[in-house]
């Protein structure tokens, strides 16, 4: 295993980019995981990383051994703590990261299957929470349109906990092309809607659209969705996050489908 101490190592020139770059990794088609739990979903999908970075402190660590002997020939460098520190994502690092190249998901739409339709989700934690409900709601797709934060960011995986490697995920999507070519029906929310979520029919094959934290959907998009639902709250409050409305909405869907059996 290789130690790297000096910051002028270009290998730990490149981490560091990608870790504070959102258009190197775009460049590059790289990120970077960090933990064990990331990267052990992406090895369960996709094999061994591209690069295994491991800190002095977090190189004797059970788990960080355990994978390692699982997976042998995956290529694996040490960083002194400090540098580890100034290429890791969060203020706690892990103590291990992995570079891998981000997965193109392949552009046709799984037949049957809902999805999900981003329309400019600026927040990093917001996007990866909907990923996060998407994937364990079984969703197949996620359309990522213009505005939203890249996600592929360190932020967003962190908050989808693994769902980036559960789900296909399309970035820089023409939402509105999607849904003129998706066969079941679209869905979207909206405060003003008359029809409760609960009223709706969700046992066929939804496209369902969320829009911007402030702003909502596009006129466009309104204009081309299906149909408009509200969700009820009996409380005092005036809206909900997105996330938390995505969660909520995709949820309905699989108790509904649960219950028709």
């Known amino acids: 295993m290789k130690k790297i101490t000096s910051r002028d190592n270009p290998t730990f020139k490149q981490l560091r980019a990608l870790a504070g770059s959102s258009r190197e990794r775009r460049s590059r088609n790289r990120t970077l995981l960090d933990g064990m739990h ?4 992406y090895s369960g999908r996709y094999g061994a990383p591209e690069l295994l970075v491991l800190s002095e402190q977090g190189a004797g660590a059970d788990e960080f051994q355990r994978f390692l002997r699982g997976h042998p020939k995956a290529p694996t460098i040490l960083l002194s703590d ?30 049957g299957a809902s ?23 079984g969703m197949a797709d996620a359309f990522l349109g ?3 934060a890249q996600a592929w960011s360190p932020r967003v995986l962190r908050a989808a906990m693994g769902a980036h490697f559960q789900l296909r995920i399309h970035e820089h999507a023409d939402l509105a092309t999607v849904l003129h070519g998706f066969p079941g029906t679209s869905v979207s929310t909206s405060l ?3 029809r409760s979520l609960y009223a709706l029919d969700l046992t066929g094959p939804i496209a369902w659209l969320f829009g911007n934290e402030g702003a909502g959907l596009s006129p466009e998009l309104e204009t081309r969705t299906a149909r408009s639902v509200r969700i ?3 409380g005092g409050a005036e809206s909900l996050n997105v996330a938390a409305a995505a969660a909520i909405c995709l949820f309905e869907e699989v108790r509904q489908k649960q219950a028709r059996g």
């Open 232 to 234: 009820p709250m009996p």
């Open 115 to 137: 999805c999900v339709l981003l329309d400019a989700i600026q927040d990093a934690g917001n996007l990866g929470s909907i990923l996060r409900s998407s994937a364990a709601a």
């Open 38 to 41: 990331l990267v052990a979903a």
């Open 82 to 111: 400090a540098l580890f520190a100034e290429v890791s994502p969060v203020s706690t690092p892990s103590g291990m990261l992995a570079l891998i190249e981000i997965p193109v998901a392949t552009p046709q739409m799984e037949h």
């Open 146 to 148: 213009r505005g939203c």
């Open 192 to 194: 003003s809607s008359q």
